[in-house]
């Protein structure tokens, strides 16, 4: 193995190659998954920032931002399932405000249940008692914060018409996906406020008595002809329509698929030219006794040695583009992940395995006396 290290390292131009093209391959494939994921994750903010362990839905909503309103009767039915604590209704849904300088500003507005306020963000100014107030809302502090032109409480604006006074400032765990301020409010407000159809109930957050409860709740709601769902399972429903009812899973699977082609071509050109050039080097320590499966056991070191360096590089430096990135631009939504590192891991290590194999098969081959003669 020290016999192989020092092959590998002698040759720093060749190394150097080799580390780059796995770097680069590691970094690209990093970089494509992590905007994937930071986008899936975004878009099931609301969901996320709401907490509801069951939601009631249109069984034809995709997104959280899509919602299909509900009557008022499906709350009533829900209400009174066996297995159901308590129900609340939940508006979510888009407006247009007016800033105190005449610019308009396009936000997302939720609207939550009067009595029990369910969902509410955690506060980091103002009292949460305050959004009871006339004509009181409360904003997320997120990378969007700044297109309110930074509100503080007290700051007014319009909303259709409607005066609204900022009496709260508040944080949540996932900022949206689609760069639009966030308002919180009451249910009441909410649909006062904004236009809407005869149906206003966007979803209905239900806290069951017991897990064991939840499938029945779900079979329940079927019968009404709507959809009971776990957060999870809406996360996964939200995920799966933007993987495979949207271009961006397709791009990001094709964007992936070159990068492992780039990779495993400059890797595998490399690491073969770099066998070709000690073929001799290999040859002599067959001649001095070195076994068949001592070679192939030295390929592979170095050619692992060489995966894992590359995609360890290449991974921090897409942590570092990333972490810059969102010092730089705090609407970026990359995210890296255990998934995307893994996946990352399994096609450089194919790589390094299919670049090992060329190696293998020259080296397999040699016979001492051919390199002696020549």
């Known amino acids: 193995m020290k016999i192989g290290f020092k092959l590998l390292v002698n040759d720093r131009g060749k190394f150097a190659a080799l580390l780059v093209g796995i770097t680069f391959a590691a ?83 939720i609207g939550l249940d009067d009595t029990s306020l369910y969902g509410r963000p955690e506060l980091v100014s103002g009292k949460i008692d305050d959004i009871f107030a006339e004509n009181a809302f409360i904003v997320v502090d997120d990378a969007e914060f700044v297109k309110l032109g930074n509100p503080t409480i007290g700051t007014r604006f319009e909303l259709n018409d409607h005066l609204g006074v900022v009496t709260g400032i508040a944080r949540v765990s996932t900022a949206g996906l689609f760069g639009v301020p966030t308002l919180y409010t009451t249910y009441t407000r909410a649909i006062t406020y904004i ?97 068949g499966h001592e070679l192939v056991l030295m390929i592979l070191f170095q050619a692992t040695l060489t995966a894992m360096t590359g995609f360890g590089l290449g991974v921090g430096l897409a942590a570092l583009i990333i972490t810059l990135a969102r010092l730089r631009l705090p609407d970026y939504a990359a995210m890296i992940t255990y998934t995307n590192i893994g996946l990352a891991f399994v096609m450089v290590v194919l790589i390094a395995a299919i670049s090992s194999y060329i190696g293998v098969r020259k080296v397999i081959r040699i016979e001492p006396f051919d390199i002696f003669r020549s």
């Open 195 to 291: 236009p809407s159809t005869r149906f206003t109930i966007s979803y209905i957050l239900v806290q069951p008595k017991n897990s064991g409860a939840i499938a029945r709740i779900k079979q329940q709601v079927a019968s009404l002809g709507y959809q009971a769902l776990t957060e999870n399972e809406f996360i996964d429903k939200v995920s799966t329509f933007y993987k495979y009812q949207t271009g961006m899973g397709i791009n990001v699977l094709l964007m992936t698929v070159i990068s492992f082609i780039v990779g495993l071509s400059i890797s595998g050109q490399t690491f073969y030219t770099f066998i070709l050039e000690n073929l001799e080097k290999f040859g002599a320590l067959k001649a001095i006794g070195a076994k």
């Open 27 to 109: 970094f690209l494939m990093v970089m494509m998954t992590s905007m994937f994921a930071g986008i899936l994750i975004r878009s099931s903010a609301t969901i996320l920032n709401v907490g509801a362990p069951v939601w009631v839905l249109d069984p034809a909503v995709n997104t959280p931002v899509s919602s299909i309103p509900m009557p008022d009767y499906v709350l009533d039915a829900v209400r009174s399932l066996p297995g159901v604590q308590y129900a609340v209704p939940l508006y979510s849904g888009g407006a247009q405000v007016k800033l105190r300088n005449g610019t308009y500003q396009a936000v997302s507005v």
